[in-house]
């Protein structure tokens, strides 16, 4: 027997390695002749960099780069191994996240991605020209111009000084001058795990939909949308370039806008992204089983998560797949159209969630054991009734 466990983290306890080797405990003490692969996976979200790391057996950089609100900050990027050693791996989280601001100081006005063209900067130094970015968990709503900045391009005021970092600032913008881009980015290519497809402003833009949850009023909406506003318009003057209405052009603060403009970005599904890194398609080969885990599986996975990328690329060559999952929510019997055959949750009896997260390894190497015998019972008595 083949099996290939393909799990994401568990949010809070386990890295993706580490819930696969969990995973990989309970499955050999059911089935110990069975040739098990482990290969982490992720969605584009937090633990993107860590999955690809552990699967590739590359390796994880630190760099002291600027953080959102202009202070420095320990930052991490991840370089591909194997085949890939030139691909590099970046969360702009790490850099201009919104954990790292605390609630009273949020203000998407301000915030800069200066730190997310600082970390591409270093990956280049290391000689990588090919990058995975995801973009998920932004404190900003700079529309990529403090990533732009940092990468050599002059975004000028009128009096042709350069812009102060932050969303705000956008409103002064009237040249964009990118003679001083770093040359080496010809030779690159970015693919950016978008999940969302929100053009840059209006009322399902990047100021209106996640503007609040990062401190801004509806004052700053309105002032932080008619800036983005202009700066598309400057964009489009200046390079030729509409990157309004282009869906996903509104993701983390409008930095996918501005990905797509100066970096002629491709925006694609985090989770499709993931899977084609690992290369899960050539470790299913022969597979007979595929298992996968999410920390809480509901009517959501079906949307942009790896769990359910997983499941589809199984059910195209007709494998069954287990799912384990920390908890369920409402709606989460979709995830069988997904191509998901069964569920087993974690907890094995009543607990709190500290301690579920304290023995995460554990329960979901029991949890496994317990979802194999239940399936070894079922192919025992098939054989008996054949």
Not at 105 to 114: A, E, G, K, L, S
Not at 196 to 207: E, I, Q, R, W
Not at 225 to 245: F, M, N, P, T, V
Not at 319 to 326: C, D, Q, S
Request: one cysteine or more.
């Amino acid at each position: 027997m083949r099996i290939v466990i393909a799990p994401q983290s568990l949010k809070g306890s386990l890295s993706a390695a580490e819930t696969g080797a969990a995973i990989a405990q309970g499955a050999q003490a059911v089935y110990p002749e069975a040739e098990i692969v482990v290969v982490p996976v992720a969605d584009g979200g937090e633990g993107t960099v860590q999955a690809l790391v552990d699967a590739t057996g590359g390796s994880i950089l630190t760099r002291r780069v600027t953080g959102p609100l202009g202070e420095p900050v320990e930052a991490f990027f991840g370089l591909l191994g194997g085949e890939d050693r030139k691909t590099a791996v970046i969360e702009m989280a790490a850099c201009a996240g919104l954990p790292l601001i605390s609630p009273e100081q949020r203000n998407p006005r301000i915030t800069t991605t200066y730190g997310v063209g600082e970390l591409i900067r270093a990956a280049l130094d290391e000689g990588c020209r090919h990058f995975l970015l995801g973009i998920g968990g932004s404190a900003t709503n700079d529309g990529g111009a403090g990533l732009a900045q940092a990468l050599g391009i002059h975004l000028l005021a009128t009096n042709g000084q350069e812009l102060t970092w932050g969303g705000a600032a956008l409103a002064q913008l009237a040249q964009i001058d990118s003679s001083n881009l770093d040359s080496r980015l010809v030779d690159c290519t970015f693919e950016v795990a978008c999940d969302v497809t929100n053009p840059l402003c209006g009322a399902s833009g990047a100021s209106a939909i996640y503007g609040p949850q990062k401190g801004a009023t509806p004052e700053m909406v309105a002032e932080l949308d008619a800036a983005l506003a202009h700066y598309a318009q400057i964009i489009d003057q200046d390079l030729g370039i509409s990157i309004a209405e282009q869906p996903g052009a509104g993701a983390a603060g409008g930095l996918g806008a501005g990905l797509l403009a100066f970096l002629n970005a491709t925006l694609r599904p985090g989770a499709a992204i993931v899977l084609e890194a690992v290369n899960l398609e050539r470790h299913l080969e022969g597979a007979d089983l595929v298992i996968t885990a999410e920390g809480q599986l509901d009517e959501q996975t079906a949307y942009g998560k790896s769990v359910g990328a997983v499941a589809a690329l199984a059910k195209q060559r007709d494998i069954p797949v287990l799912a384990l999952a920390g908890g369920l929510s409402e709606g989460y019997q979709g995830i069988y159209q997904l191509g998901i055959d069964a569920v087993a949750v974690l907890p094995s009896r009543p607990m709190s969630l500290v301690y579920a997260i304290h023995n995460a390894a554990t329960l979901t190497r029991d949890a496994t054991e317990r979802a194999l015998r239940i399936l070894k019972l079922g192919m025992s008595m098939t054989n008996r009734i054949v």
